[in-house]
């Protein structure tokens, strides 16, 4: 198993990473991508990375903090030259809190930044993409017209769309991820029934989104069996083959 999208570079996991990366490994976690969201935590992946040889790591710039740092992309491309960043990430849009349309165009601006650092050094992406709250699906809309994703490998992580959009992201050759929220909103079944499980990432996104039975506690990286135990079920076929293809996608995308 592997998990493609973790925050173990977060201080929720200050006190204990060594201990929850024992449990994955103990689970049958083979590598974890731990993901930055602003420079420093991007810092920090890379060097849990360079600790622990099950760890990556992935740098980039989350669009709510598009306003909180001076970003200088010649520093994000410094960093992502190390042996253990296998992508760029985690970038993208999210209009959940954002009515403001300077605040978006300026989310846009970023993201194009990275896309085009991700281009520079043949790295994937791992997007992020949140709705409006009346709108759920806007900013994935907006993120499909930018140029600047075509010709790119990636993936759409923690995918909460609907059908129709996860098939304009497939048509772009993008994985799509998904996180423990598919064990329980059914809403999302259709969704990984209709992906080909050749185009499937699992991910926990821990600390967030604790899987049923874990619901409203921390997250971590032994829960993504759960994630894989949700899309067998959806499928109709075994862990093993979920396991197995999905183990394959990983490596395919990112490189290891």
């Known amino acids: 198993m592997i998990d493609t999208h973790a925050h173990l570079n977060f201080s929720d996991f200050e006190k204990d990473y060594p201990e929850v990366i024992k449990r994955s490994q103990q689970e049958g976690v083979e590598k974890i991508i731990n993901v930055g969201t602003k420079f420093d935590t991007s810092k920090k992946a890379i060097e849990l990375a360079n600790k622990f040889s099950c760890l990556y790591a992935s740098v980039g710039l989350h669009p709510i903090y598009v306003l909180d740092e001076k970003t200088d992309i010649k520093e994000y491309q410094e960093i992502a030259k190390d042996k253990k960043v296998v992508a760029i990430g985690e970038i993208g849009l999210d209009y959940y809190h954002q009515e403001d349309k300077e605040i978006k165009d300026k989310q846009k601006e970023v993201f194009s930044l990275f896309l085009n650092l991700a281009k520079k050094e043949s790295l994937p992406v791992i997007l992020h993409c949140r709705g409006s709250k009346d709108k759920p699906t806007d900013a994935y809309q907006d993120i499909l017209k930018i140029e600047g994703l075509n010709k790119i490998r990636g993936v759409i992580h923690c995918f909460t769309a609907n059908w ?25 079944n259709e969704v990984v029934r209709k992906v080909p499980l050749e185009r499937i990432l699992t991910e926990t996104d821990c600390p967030f989104l604790a899987p049923h039975p874990f619901r409203g506690r921390r997250n971590e990286p032994a829960y993504v069996k759960y994630v894989l135990e949700k899309i067998a079920e959806i499928k109709e076929i075994s862990f093993n083959e979920v396991e197995k293809q999905t183990r394959a996608n990983a490596y395919k995308l990112f490189s290891f």
Do not use: N, P, V, Y
């Open 164 to 188: 129709q959009i996860a098939k304009r992201f497939l048509e772009k050759d993008f994985f799509i991820g998904f996180t423990g929220i598919i064990t329980f909103a059914s809403e999302l």
